[in-house]
């Protein structure tokens, strides 16, 4: 397998959020992306495998199709599965393990599935698979159809390699960018997060706006495959563009300190600090930093304990005030797990997500338009 062998490329993305993923491989000139549920595909080779694993905020994972076919029982998922040209995926020197999920499917038992392919795979390599190997064949039944997939990201795409530092109930930051896209953010106008804990939003504005690729700073796992061609690598790296300068400026507060030692500690591994603002300061002293209006985005505590509501009212209560009395001319996005809380802030939404999931919550983003 070269790099430029054609492939089908899968980005696995939040469900309810596969649009914003579509238009963002457009926008980075991936061809032909469709949404489907969970996801986007795309049309490519090995080397836009490893520039979408690169240069785009949204996906989870991105996934590389190797094989697909009918399998009605376990004895035809094992001749099948025998048939992929495993040698020129895996290399005998790299663990890897199998995982299988079943639905709708004769074939119910996602271990045993798992099973099948993995002693086709170890027939072929003289490998057997690794309990905790980095590198996972994703093996998927729906409908009696098996699709056979290599995870080429590694460690999860939010995991973008310089933040250490998290607090409590930290935003994804694949999800914290592609919320910053619903709101129409293309990194030109300054973002504030009044409650920004580790910094998140912050952060993947202030590269948004510097125009750093996501990935810049961690491995994958495709650098692991027999397709890997580090030369290739090196060039798919080389054409990116280089980062701009720019104007912008993207601003966090939180009233815990520790959250903003922590937002500060992340900002300055992400290489950002230039253009962001940290300040140890509760919402009700928050005031706009000079310049043009642009988009306050936060995403405050919420899901708590019942005695803790009324706390949260007054919170957010507090929060749409300041925005009504001082932030004139932005807007305002919240994401929350609570329309009671979202309401509470008195804010007039233009538009409200679907509920999304985000830590075992469904959260939906609430939108104003200009204040
Ligand atoms: C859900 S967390 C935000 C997580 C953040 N998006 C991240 O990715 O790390 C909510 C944050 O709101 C902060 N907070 C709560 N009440 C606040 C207030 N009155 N003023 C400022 N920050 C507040 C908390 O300290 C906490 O860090």
Redesign the pocket.
Known sequence: MTASDPIEIFLSGTPGLEPLLRDEAQEQGFRNPQVVPGGVTLAGDWAEVWRANLVLRGPGRVLARVARFRAMHLAQLDKRSRKVAWTKLLRPDVPYRVEATCKKSRIYHAGAAAQRVQTAIEDALGRSPTEKAMLVVRVRLEDDLCEISLDTSGAPLHRRGHKQA??????RETL?ALFLRACGYDGTQPLV?????????VIEAAERALGLAPGRARDFGFEHLASFDAARWTDVRDQVPPSQSTQTRCYG????AG?IAN?VANADRAGVSAITRFAH????DLQPPDGPPGLVL?????GARIGNRKLLFA?YG?FGTVMAERFKGWRVGI?TSDKGLARATGLKFRSVSAPIPHGGLKVQLFQTGPL
Do not use: I
């Not at 998290?166 to 935003?171: D, E, H, R, Y």
């Not at 997060?193 to 939003?201: A, E, I």
């Not at 936060?298 to 919420?302: L, V």
């Open positions: 998290v607090g409590k109930a930290p935003m914290a997060d009044p409650m920004c804990g580790s910094g998140t939003f507060f939180d009233r815990d959250a937002a300061q509760a919402v009700a936060t995403n405050p505590p919420y919170l507090t994401v």
